[in-house]
């Protein structure tokens, strides 16, 4: 394991991706989907006492460079301060977060669906089973065996949440 030297770094690599729809935001998450070449930008706060959630999910293709302009893609519940990790089969879990100042235990996925009658695949998105307790501002992390587990975070009167909990979302 090696870090390269920073002064040997390629400035001309970084390039400036173009704008969201949702526009700027703050306290939301970016889940890159590899199988797909998909980075799907969810939720946040489009102002900066987080008083206002964004339910705009924003698509970035990375193989055309820009963010799907066809599609207006909505979460299900709109949530800043939330978590987001990689499932299984191309699917992303969104969960927990804060909305109008109240921590969240919902949970919802964006996942790809196949429709027969047209032979295209669409990113779709639904509810699963929530948290067992709300919390905003916790990590998730996802396991080898299909579990998310989820440490940390704050319950709706600022209370650390110092339990984890053992997510089996599907």
Known sequence: FFLKDPAGFDKKAVAEMPTMAAGGRTRHTATYVSAQGFVHVVGGYSDKAHLTPVSQIDSFEIHQRQFQGATNFFSLEGRGGHSAVQLDHNAVLVFGGF????????????????????????????????????????????????????????????????????????
């Open 99 to 170: 909305k109008n100042g109240k921590a969240l235990a919902s949970a919802e996925i964006i996942y790809e669906r196949h429709e027969a009658s047209d032979g295209k695949t669409y990113i779709d998105r639904a509810f699963v089973d929530s948290l067992r307790k709300p919390r905003g501002g916790a990590l998730g992390l996802f396991l080898d065996n299909g579990t998310a587990v989820v440490i940390g975070g704050v319950d709706d009167t600022g209370h650390f949440q110092t339990a984890g909990e053992f997510f089996t979302p599907l």
